[in-house]
């Protein structure tokens, strides 16, 4: 949090510096133009590249000069299998412990600039975001005569809709590559579903055995910290 800080500053009194400075000479060239592309990268500590907006992949289309649109999209998957074996009283019980985690995330933006032309780019754009999670576990441990038995079983299905708003500049290094600092805002809806059953068997003797259904909305209003990232036009 410290280092982001500090880059921050430095970013912002580099270009508050560049602005600053009369020049004569014309401004710098860059790849604002209409039929441009770039691929997008957020910059960690400086030297880290990693996924723009929390997308495993962030383009950008110019349809002119002052406007663009930028797609992000995020795939995550995660299964894993696993066998167990606990004590129940003393008592061996095998089992498996089952995991799957699957996410995928969908953004769009429609980016405006300011001032194409200068050598600080200025920005602002707005889009919708929809995102949907599914998420299993699944552990089940029981000894072979079936007298103990302990089982934990979990399914959610959650998706979410909102509406995100960006404000930021951009400076091109080159004429292919510029760095931006980014602020976004956004508002949600989201729905999640959740099924949770609960067994516990002792001396062949039910404990327990639960069978639950929850439901969770939630409306939501959010900022990001400043993001910093590396474009690549082409």
Same mark, same amino acid.
């Given at each position: ?17 560049? +602005? ?65 074996? +606990? ?61 103990? =038995? ?43 579903? =959740?099924? +949770? ?38």
């Amino acid at each position: 949090m410290l280092r982001t800080t500090k880059f921050a500053l430095v970013l912002f009194a580099f270009l508050a510096t560049i +602005v600053a400075i009369p020049s004569a000479a014309s401004a710098r060239e860059n790849s604002l133009k209409k039929g441009k592309w770039a691929l997008q990268f957020k910059v960690n500590n400086l030297i880290n590249l990693s996924s723009f907006q929390g997308s495993t992949l962030s383009i950008k289309k110019h349809t002119s000069d002052r406007a663009a649109w930028r797609l992000g999209f995020t795939l995550h998957f995660n299964v894993r299998n696993e066998s167990t074996e +606990v004590l129940i009283y003393s008592t061996n019980a095998p089992g498996h412990n089952d995991l799957t985690d699957i996410t995928f995330r969908i953004s769009a933006q429609k980016i405006l600039y300011v001032n194409p032309q200068s050598d600080i780019n200025f920005f602002w754009g707005f889009g919708p975001l929809y995102s949907y999670r599914y998420f299993l576990s699944d552990s089940d441990n029981k000894t072979s005569d079936g007298q103990f =038995q302990q089982r934990f079983w979990r399914e959610d299905h959650t998706w979410l809709l909102g509406l995100t708003g960006i404000i930021g500049v951009e400076w091109f290094a080159t004429k292919r590559i510029s760095f931006l600092a980014e602020y976004e805002t956004s508002a949600s809806y989201s729905e999640r579903s =959740q099924r +949770v059953i609960r067994r516990r068997v002792t001396s062949g003797n039910v404990n327990y055995n639960l069978d639950t259904t929850n439901k969770l909305n939630e409306v939501k209003l959010s900022s990001s910290q400043v993001k910093f990232g590396l474009s690549v036009y082409f």
